[in-house]
């Protein structure tokens, strides 16, 4: 038998038919997407602090600054003005573009070449990373490879490929030695220079 829901419904409350509670539903997942939309960016804090992706940069730049700064007097070597920026932001660039420590992108280029951007190798090796031109020929690069910028890219690309595929540890020493590892010395070098680049950026 059906009930007569008229006769249970109070006077003066009004019927929502299913198109209304349907245009009611959107209508708050709309609000909804606004507010998330409209919020400030998500934050995260350290203790008191909260650290920014700028502020890291900033810390970073400063680190690799006063290391090639400190690498440059101890090797008795200069660059200009100029160079000097553009190897700082290239490191920036592109260890942050292949997710890599900025701290050891510069402790590979201090080793390979003593930040010297003109170096070259016996081998054929050239630039700051000392990359082989073969490697790079099918990597999508804005410049030549002997400009500090895609120099700098195509060893990051290099380098990041190597520890994605090996780990870290083996990852560099392959960026040396190739798809046959000998030993740990060049490994122990970055290592060191690495190290160096962190109490750099302490002090």
Known sequence: MRSDESAKR??????LTPRSRRVGTWALVLLGALLVL????IQFERGLDVVSAEDEDD????GVTAALESHLRERNSV???EEQNRVIEAVLRSSRRYGLDPYLVTAVLLVESDARPWAES??????LMQVMPHMAENLPLAGNLSTI?????????ILADNIRRLGEAKGISSYFWG???RGVAYLRKVQQARQ????????
């Open 179 to 181: 798809r046959r590892i």
């Open 38 to 41: 409209d919020a400030p960016p």
């Open 10 to 15: 109070p006077s003066g409350t009004a019927t």
């Open 59 to 62: 810390v970073a730049r400063s």
């Open 149 to 157: 910028e895609s120099n700098v890219e195509a060893g990051c690309f």
């Open 122 to 127: 016996g081998k054929g090796a050239i630039g």
């Open 196 to 203: 160096r680049v962190r109490e750099a950026s302490a002090s």
């Open 79 to 81: 660059l200009s003005g």
